[in-house]
């Protein structure tokens, strides 16, 4: 038995395989913060599953919300560390692999399915690779697969970078994050949490991410100009991440929050937004175009991308 683990600011999503075989097993997904730390959240998870587990767990697969140092991480979102040593320890594995989650992202893509992705936008592609991967969540993440055999994978923590306004409600949006405290990065304008900041900065009311996409869904026209204003945003975001790494092989986008404005993404007063982020600058249209996007559909594609990278492991 095998356990595999995508460890979100959110969620945590824990799962077991047995052989490296694709059947997940009793799958489980956890409110990150209702647990001190990462410890706690498997052994709570081991208690609930004891009765179906017919053999000793000897490896743990776990991807984790940031960086990943020395066999330690930091889940920058949650103020956790976790030490692979610490795991073998407290629970008896044999093995503990730690993995930054967009590099387990990336490695879904061996396992995706046609039907889950959205072709968001096409392009006359001419090569595979390198493929780029951004999530959506509680943070900002990104990553790139520069190889599928064997998989080579570029994580970053390129969420964190500072974001470079150009209009001037962006500026003073700025000022607004800068007096609240925050940090004045990418993560802060179109992750999850981005979707309140921006929320609270137009109409000084508190919403949570969550009741914004609803009431956009049903056509509020304050929670709207919060989404059409972060699609803008996030599409300058994947035309920056396009210039500096040139994926001929696509951009793939990921997340809850991507899931959440899905529909306004493949509509088309909302895709207009999009792409009005995306064709910002003019001089490298010609280039942008070229592009292809996707939105990547699989409810658990983190997990998906824990056993490829298993698999290419072990």
């Known amino acids: ?93 044999k093995k503990v692999l730690l993995f930054n989650d967009l590099e387990a992202l990336v490695g879904c893509i061996d396992f995706l399915k046609k039907e889950e992705l959205i072709l968001l936008k096409s392009g006359p592609t001419f090569r595979k690779f390198p493929k780029s991967f951004l999530a959506l969540g509680t943070g900002l993440g990104e990553a790139t697969l520069i190889k599928k055999r064997p998989l080579i994978i570029l994580p970053t923590e390129a969420g964190h970078t500072f974001f470079s306004p150009l209009k001037e409600e962006e500026w003073n949006f700025l000022k607004f994050l800068e007096e609240k405290g925050e940090e004045l990065s990418w993560e802060k304008v179109i992750s999850g949490k981005a979707l309140s900041l921006w929320y609270e900065f137009f109409y000084k009311e508190k919403k949570s991410p969550e009741e914004i996409t609803f009431l956009a869904k049903n056509g509020d026209s304050s929670s709207l100009k919060v989404v059409f204003k972060v699609l803008e945003l996030i599409g300058r975001k994947i035309s920056q991440t396009a210039l500096s790494s040139l994926p001929w092989g696509g951009i793939y986008l990921a997340g809850g929050v991507i899931l959440g404005i899905k529909n306004f993404l493949i509509d088309k007063e909302g895709y207009s937004f999009f792409q009005r982020g995306f064709l910002e600058n003019f001089k490298m249209k010609y280039l942008l175009e070229r592009f292809p996007v996707y939105v990547i559909t699989h409810p658990f594609p983190g997990l998906l991308g824990v056993l490829s990278i298993l698999r290419n492991r072990l």
């Open 1 to 93: 038995m095998i356990l595999l683990g995508d460890i979100g600011g959110t969620n945590c999503r824990l799962v077991l395989i047995k052989d490296k075989k694709k059947k997940f097993i009793a799958l489980k997904v956890y409110k990150s913060r209702l647990f001190k730390n990462l410890y706690e959240v498997i052994e709570n998870y081991l208690k609930e599953i004891s009765n179906l587990i017919e053999e000793k767990i000897k490896i743990a697969v776990l991807a984790v919300a940031g960086p990943v140092l020395n066999k330690e991480a930091y889940l920058t979102n949650l103020n956790w560390k976790v030490s692979s040593e610490e795991l073998k320890k407290k629970f008896d594995f």
